[in-house]
């Protein structure tokens, strides 16, 4: 089993709609976790990170964690086309020495 | 004014050499970080030096020997160069360890194996 999963896509949506990325992590010791988005042939930027349970809102993105489902989830309201890009779940483990591992990401495609 | 940057861009060499790839950060940052991209966009971490101690070295063969001379630089050096690592070689820093600390990327290095 991988230790951070997701479908790598690609996920189309309409111009306006909401996205919805998720990401499954196999590690309950897990405490942090990030989604960063990276346009092609670009480096990763981060745009959300969350570390407790439930949602954290940042502008049309919001970042849900459940630990008991080991899920993180990511929705994108009012999808762009400018949101066209691979988003990639990442996790920290603290049993690792802090060490962040991806998952191969999922690419969203944003139809105008 | 780049936070992260790597050189080169864009490395292409023959099997068997031996390349270096650079990379500095300017923003005060403790530490450090090399991955590699594959071809199919799986980003694995190879290495982590929080000022300039090497605190993360993943399974990663030996031909691979990171150097930090300060704690604003971080070096990589491949000896012996093979097919399988062509990949992108994405240099990153953050604040301290990661924990919650945001890690900022630098812009790549295209690394291609002939």
């Known amino acids: 089993q991988k230790e951070v999963e997701q479908n790598s896509g690609p996920l189309s949506v309409p111009e306006g709609a909401i996205a919805s990325l998720n990401c499954t992590y196999s590690d309950r010791v897990s405490q942090s976790f990030f989604w960063y988005r990276q346009y092609s042939g670009k480096s990763p930027e981060l745009i959300m990170s969350?570390?407790?349970?439930g949602d954290k809102e940042d502008g049309r993105f919001t970042a849900q964690l459940n630990k008991a489902s080991q899920y993180v989830s990511l929705l994108i309201r009012d999808s762009q086309p400018s949101d066209s890009a691979t988003y990639l779940c990442?996790?920290?483990?603290?049993?690792?020495?802090?060490?962040?591992?991806f998952g191969t990401g999922t690419r969203l495609a944003v139809r105008p | 004014d780049t936070a992260v940057s790597q050189t080169p861009k864009y490395l292409v060499t023959q099997m068997g050499n031996d390349k270096s790839i650079k990379c500095e950060q300017n923003l005060g940052h403790d530490t450090m970080y090399w991955y590699k991209q594959d071809s199919k966009k799986f980003l694995k971490i190879m290495f982590s030096y929080n000022n300039k101690e090497l605190i993360i070295n993943e399974t990663v063969p030996n031909r691979f020997s990171p150097k930090s001379p300060d704690k604003a630089h971080l070096n990589l050096h491949i000896n012996s160069l093979e097919l399988g690592d062509s990949a992108v070689y994405f240099c990153a820093s953050s604040q301290h360890t990661a924990g919650e600390e945001t890690q900022y990327f630098g812009p790549g290095t295209r690394l291609l194996v002939l």
């Open positions: 990442a996790v920290i483990r603290k049993s690792s020495g802090d060490k962040l591992t």
């Open positions: 969350i570390y407790s349970n």
